[in-house]
C-alpha cells in the first residue's frame, strides 16, 4: 500500500466506532422500499458533511453524495448502499409492526458506503483522485409489498418497482460510469470477489373475483374465490415438470387477501407472485404458463380473474471478478479467507443490481461476519468488524485505485465493457413491456 492508501485505512479505523454505531442504528430501525425516511435521514446527515454536492429525494427516498462539485468531463465511480430491509418478522431484530428486518444485510452496505465518505473526504486524498466518487444510498431493492408499489405508480410517484431501476429511469444513473456493490455473505468466507449470474423475474398481482353469500345457508349461491386460486396454485405445482433444469425456473406466491369472515362465500382473493428464470425466454414461458393455470381456477368455479404482470429485474451479466478488490481485500485481511466467485456458479436470487449490469460496469464484493440464512430469522451480525470496517476499506480503497493515475483503471474498465442496453434502450424494453409480452398474458 502506497501512503494515500494506509491513510484510507487509518482514517477508517479512528472512526471504527463511528461506523459501527451507525450499522448499529439503522439495523435496529429497518424501514421498507419506498418507505425509508428514517434511514435515509441518517445518511444524508453524514453524507452532508463528508460531499461537496447532495441530491436527494431521488425515486422518493435515494441519496447521490458527490464527493467534489460535480464535472461532466469527469469520469464517476458510484459506490452503492442499499436503503431497504426486508420483511423477516421472527428475527429478534425485526421491527415488531412491520415485520421488517436487516436480514439481508443492506446495513453493512450503508456502513461501507459512510466509511468511505470518511476517508475519502479527506482533503490529500480527495486531491489525489483523478475523477468524482459518488456516496449512492438507493431504496427498494426488495421487491416485495407489490401492491403497494403498484398503488405509487398509480400516483405517479414511482414507474418501476425496482429502485436502481427507478433511477435509472429518472436519470439519476445518467453520470455514472461504473458502480461498485456489495452484499453480505454468511457462507463462511471473510470476503468473496466478483458476481455471479442470477435469475431474473416478472412479478404478478392476481385478483379473483367471486361472489359474496352466506356459507352454510346459501353457499350455492356464491362463487368461492378462495376455492378458485386453490385451484390455480395447485394448477402452478403441475407445471413444474415442464421447466427446465437448466433455466432455474422458480415461481412463489403469497395470498394478501384471503376472505373476511368464516360465515361468508369469500368474493375476493388477491395474490403476489415472482415468476424467475435465469433468461427472458424462460422467463415468458413461465409467465405464460402462470396466467394459464390461474385463468383455469376461475374457469373452473366461474370466478372472475385479473392478473397485473410487471416488469421485475433482469438477469445480472456479471463481470470477471475485479483484480484491484482481490489485492485489497488480501491486503486488508492478509489472513483472512478471502475468494474469487465460482464462475459456474448461479443464484436463483434476483437483485436490481441485474438492471444495472446491463447498462455500465458493476464490480461486485461480499463480506462475511454474518451467519444465518438470508432473509431469516436466524440471520445475524457477528464480526463487526468484517461485516462493517472491512467493506468500508475495500469500497474506499477500490475507488482510490479506480480513479488515482488519470483514472486509468476505471478508464481501462468503462471503454472495455459492452452494455446489453443503452440508458435510453432499457427505458424502452421497461416501457414497451406489454407490447413485448402481450401474446403472452393476454386472450388465452
Known amino acids: ?15 471504527r466506532d463511528k461506523i459501527i454505531a451507525f450499522a448499529t442504528d439503522i439495523y435496529k430501525h429497518p424501514e421498507l422500499g419506498y418507505k425509508e425516511k ?24 435515494g441519496i447521490k453524495g458527490y464527493l467534489k462539485r460535480k464535472n461532466s468531463e469527469e469520469i464517476k465511480v458510484a459506490l452503492i448502499g442499499e436503503l431497504d430491509a426486508v420483511v ?8 415488531k409492526k412491520t415485520g421488517a428486518c436487516h ?34 444510498a438507493v ?65 404478478k398481482v392476481t385478483k379473483y373475483k367471486g361472489k359474496a353469500s352466506h356459507a352454510a345457508g346459501t ?23 415442464t421447466f427446465k433444469d437448466e433455466d432455474s ?50 374457469l373452473a368455479v366461474g370466478a372472475e380473474i385479473e392478473i397485473i404482470t410487471a416488469p421485475g429485474y433482469l438477469p445480472v451479466v456479471p463481470l470477471r471478478p475485479s483484480k484491484e478488490i482481490l489485492e485489497i481485500a488480501h491486503e486488508i485481511l492478509p489472513n483472512g479467507r478471502v475468494e474469487e466467485v465460482d464462475p459456474n456458479k448461479h443464484t436463483a436470487g434476483s437483485s436490481d443490481v441485474g438492471d444495472l449490469t446491463h447498462i455500465m460496469p458493476v464490480l461486485k464484493f461480499t463480506t462475511g461476519g454474518v451467519e444465518g440464512g438470508l432473509h431469516s430469522e436466524y440471520f445475524k451480525v457477528v464480526n463487526d468488524e468484517i461485516a462493517y470496517i472491512a467493506t468500508a476499506k475495500i469500497m474506499a480503497l477500490t475507488a482510490y485505485r479506480l480513479l488515482k493515475e488519470k483514472a486509468k483503471e476505471a478508464k481501462k474498465i468503462k471503454e ?29
Open 249 to 298: 425456473v422458480r415461481v412463489h406466491s403469497i395470498i394478501t387477501k384471503g376472505g373476511g369472515l368464516v360465515n361468508v362465500i369469500p368474493d375476493e382473493v388477491v395474490i403476489e407472485s415472482l415468476v424467475r428464470a435465469k433468461n427472458v425466454e424462460a422467463i415468458r414461458d413461465a409467465s405464460r404458463k402462470v396466467d394459464r393455470a390461474f385463468k383455469s381456477g376461475a
Open 416 to 444: 472495455g465493457f459492452k452494455p446489453k442496453f443503452t440508458i435510453d434502450e432499457y427505458k424502452e424494453y421497461m416501457d414497451n413491456f406489454d407490447e413485448i409480452f402481450k401474446g403472452d398474458y393476454k386472450n388465452e
Open 103 to 136: 436480514a439481508c444485510g443492506h446495513h453493512t452496505q450503508l456502513a461501507g458506503i459512510i466509511g468511505a465518505a470518511f476517508a475519502l473526504s479527506d482533503d490529500e486524498i480527495k486531491n489525489s483522485l483523478d475523477g468524482n466518487v459518488v456516496f449512492f
Open 139 to 203: 431504496p427498494a431493492e426488495e421487491y416485495g409489498e407489490v401492491e403497494f408499489k403498484l398503488s405509487l405508480k398509480e400516483r405517479n410517484l414511482i414507474k418501476y418497482g425496482g429502485g436502481k431501476s427507478e433511477l435509472i429511469r429518472i436519470g439519476a444513473f445518467n453520470d455514472i460510469d461504473l458502480s461498485v456493490v456489495h452484499h453480505s455473505d454468511p457462507t463462511g468466507a471473510d470476503i468473496v470477489v466478483g458476481d455471479s449470474t442470477s435469475n431474473g423475474f416478472v412479478s
Open 219 to 241: 353457499p350455492h349461491l356464491g362463487i368461492n374465490a378462495v376455492n378458485a386460486s386453490s385451484l390455480g396454485l395447485n394448477a402452478i405445482a403441475y407445471q413444474r415438470e
Open 38 to 61: 428514517r434511514t435515509s435521514e441518517k445518511v444524508l446527515k453524514i453524507l452532508k458533511e463528508n460531499s461537496e454536492e447532495i441530491e436527494t429525494n431521488l425515486a422518493i427516498t
Open 88 to 95: 423477516s418478522p421472527d428475527n429478534p431484530f425485526a421491527d
Open 1 to 15: 500500500m502506497n501512503e494515500i492508501e494506509k491513510k484510507i485505512i487509518d482514517i477508517i479505523d479512528k472512526n
